[in-house]
């Protein structure tokens, strides 16, 4: 069973409101992760092929296939469906001084 997580700032307040994730921020932040590649189209293939537009950050270290870290209003989200994804969440959500959630 597939579970999707993400990394937010929605738990923490400052002057009454909700933090985010920017995007800005996070192009800064991914750019100087050499296993971490923008894209603004996540293209999957399977018997169809489908594209989906948006703003990910592909994670080339989870195998075969990039992972994709999508920024979504403020967060950022990624599949836990590989295991090997977590740990690299978990430091992501570390060092953008964010929390994870399911979601």
């Given at each position: 069973m597939s579970?999707?997580?993400r990394i937010t700032r929605a738990f923490q307040e400052k002057d009454g409101s909700a933090q985010v994730l920017?995007?800005?921020e996070c192009k800064q932040y991914f750019s100087s992760k050499p296993d971490f590649i923008y894209s603004s189209v996540f293209t999957v293939k399977g018997e169809?092929?489908?594209?989906?537009?948006?703003d990910f950050f592909m994670w080339s270290g989870g195998g075969d296939?990039?992972?994709p870290f999508r920024h979504y209003q403020g967060?950022?989200?990624v599949s836990g469906t590989d295991p090997v994804v977590i740990p690299?969440?978990?430091e992501v959500a570390s060092e953008l001084?964010?929390?994870v959630?399911?979601?």
């Open positions: 579970s999707r997580y920017t995007l800005e169809t092929t489908m594209s989906i537009e948006g296939k990039p992972i967060d950022l989200y690299k969440m978990l001084s964010a929390d959630a399911e979601g």
